[in-house]
């Protein structure tokens, strides 16, 4: 009897506390439970005090009375908060909106016997701060390890002020770049490199020169995906390096310069210039690179004669020298006629030139060290290789966060020549000097079509679909002609000239579902292609088809471990496809 009057007066008490709450619930649970394992539950209401509205972003926190224990939390757009798996002790609630005073509920107590407690209409109250400066920092995370890419922000680094894109690639694990700028991915060439998640002529035959001239500062963001989703393209056995370019510039008119200066003469530089008054952007960019590529290599080879049995040495001495000069033009235009659509059309184009001289000395001698021929064959080659880009773009946004529909036509062709010409003049056996020329023409164009939708299903999945046309056709000319000393006239040697003509068209469809359990994760994909491929040899009149239909399928597995640490398993299907442009 005197325990229950006991706990009818600490009720009385706890209700006389709450009283200036208005609405305050406690659920009392029947005696018996342990104290200890009280897993109590604190939710709420917080409204305005004079509407009487629900109030959204409005920060409460829940301290333990004579203790450090802190839990934070932000009511929703219906004012709702709650605290789970709560602990028993004395508890205070301290609840503000940013520019307010901030107000405190008196102590409470959580035990067995109150597990629940629902603050049904805390009131926002108070004197209104008059702030003069309200200042917000955030800091990205320099790498962010997601279920199937990792992304470097590579916007802190000190390359990006002054430095190229191959300067960031090179600083990033598994990323290799050699002293000609080409990449690697985990020790393989055969990498796809995308920009802005899309392919691009620029990252072509000449994609070293173009990172290499590429400002730095211009990058948001690298993305180093080994195992690709169904996405993105099957191409590239070692993988997909993507690079993220910053959008507009801030500002009404704003712009950056630079340059670089080294030994031999070369030299880099380039200009970016964003114009944004309102509801569109201009923007472009002009680079410049003059390299230079001085080589020395030797060869020596011994092989062995088939009908005499006799061994044969072989040395070759090459030395070259050329300076290639690289310029690249970039622009677009960005419209938003309304807050839910945005178009946009951007054109690149470059264009490489150098003239290769070069010099192989060879040398030929018998297994008695014999010399039998040695002579020089000095090439000439004025080269060019040059790429143009169009596109459009038109993204929609539904309600609701990252819920879109991305539609894009691009448009593009290539061209590249090499015009050698050779001198073979003779030592020994003395003999007149030889002249031919190998002439090496290359072109393509492509076209492209991209529609994919991307929906959030809730907060722990997402869906995302697509379908691709892509339609290229591809031309080799090799043409080989030789001076006829009687006439002076180069004849065409019809054994060593032909042309070769590709057309490849590629239907691809793809979906992707990703979806966390907790501390798992998975992302399943498939992607089926429908490829009709004919290759034409006109010196043979010989037509090839090679049609196929293949499904890739993508699948990856993540469980989050303990000290930040995550497990990783990935599947995907890749192929090393040759592509058709030059």
């Not at 290799?176 to 700028?181: F, K, L, R, Y």
């Amino acid at each position: 009897m005197l325990f229950a009057l006991r706990r009818l007066i600490f009720i009385l008490i706890l209700f006389a506390d709450f009283a200036w709450a208005e609405d305050v619930t406690v659920k009392i649970k029947p005696a018996g439970q342990n104290t200890a394992q009280v897993a109590g539950v604190i939710t709420g209401t917080i409204v305005d005090g004079e509407a009487n509205r629900p109030v959204e972003f409005v920060a409460v926190v829940l301290k333990k009375i004579g203790g450090t224990t802190e839990h934070s939390t932000v009511s929703d757009g219906l004012g709702h908060f709650n605290f789970e798996n709560i602990p028993a002790g004395d508890y205070r609630l301290i609840y503000s909106l940013v520019g307010t005073d901030s107000r405190a509920t008196p102590p409470f107590q959580l035990d067995a016997l109150h597990a629940e407690i629902n603050f049904n209409a805390l009131k926002l109250t108070g004197d209104v701060l008059q702030l003069e400066k309200l200042e917000v920092k955030g800091m990205t995370q320099t790498f962010l390890n997601s279920i199937d890419r990792k992304t470097y922000n590579v916007g802190r680094e000190i390359q990006s002020a002054t430095g190229s894109a191959s300067d960031l690639l090179q600083n990033l694990p598994s990323v290799g770049v050699d002293i000609d700028g080409n990449i690697s991915l985990r020790g393989s060439d055969n990498v796809m490199i995308l920009i802005n998640g899309r392919t691009s002529t620029l990252m072509g035959r000449s994609r070293a020169e173009i990172l290499q001239q590429l400002p730095a500062d211009s990058i948001d963001k690298i993305e180093v995906i080994t195992n690709p989703s169904a996405k993105y393209k099957p191409d590239g056995t070692a993988g997909i390096i993507n690079i993220v370019l910053k959008k507009k510039l801030a500002g009404r008119f704003s712009g950056t310069a630079n340059s670089a200066y080294g030994n031999a003469d070369r030299a880099n530089g380039g200009v970016t210039l964003s114009f944004n008054p309102g509801p569109y952007a201009i923007f472009g960019s002009l680079s410049l690179r003059q390299d230079d590529r001085p080589r020395r290599a030797s060869d020596v080879r011994t092989t062995i004669d088939p009908t005499t049995g006799a061994a044969i040495t072989i040395a070759k001495t090459t030395i070259e020298h050329s300076r290639p000069l690289t310029r690249l033009v970039r622009g677009g235009l960005d419209w938003n006629p309304s807050s839910h659509d945005k178009l946009g059309a951007a054109a690149n184009f470059d264009r490489r030139t150098f003239l290769r001289h070069a010099t192989d000395h060879n040398l030929v001698s018998n297994a008695a060290g014999t010399i039998t021929s040695d002579y020089d064959r000095i090439r000439t080659d004025p080269e060019y290789e040059q790429s143009f880009e169009c596109s459009a773009t038109w993204q929609h946004l539904f309600s609701g966060d990252d819920h879109e529909l991305n539609v894009e036509v691009k448009s593009s062709s290539t061209k590249e020549e090499e015009a050698n010409h050779f001198m073979q003049t003779y030592r020994w056996p003395v003999q007149p000097a030889t002249f031919d020329n190998v002439i090496n023409q290359n072109s393509g164009h492509e076209r492209e079509v991209l529609v994919e939708y991307v929906r959030p299903l809730n907060e722990e999945a997402k869906f995302e679909a697509g379908y691709t046309l892509t339609d290229e056709n591809f031309g080799a000319f090799f043409h080989n002609e030789i001076l006829d000393p009687l006439s002076g006239q180069f004849i065409t040697n019809a054994a060593k000239t032909s042309r070769f003509d590709v057309t490849n068209t590629i239907h691809a469809m793809f979906a992707t579902y990703a979806r966390a359990f907790g501390l798992f994760g998975f992302k399943a994909g498939l992607r089926p292609e429908w490829a009709v491929t004919t290759s034409h040899l006109a010196s043979t009149n010989a037509t090839i088809p090679n049609d196929y239909n293949r499904i890739y399928p993508t699948l990856h597995f993540s469980c989050q471990l303990a000290s930040g640490h995550e497990l990783q398993l990935n599947y995907s299907h890749r192929v090393h496809r040759q592509k058709l442009r030059s």
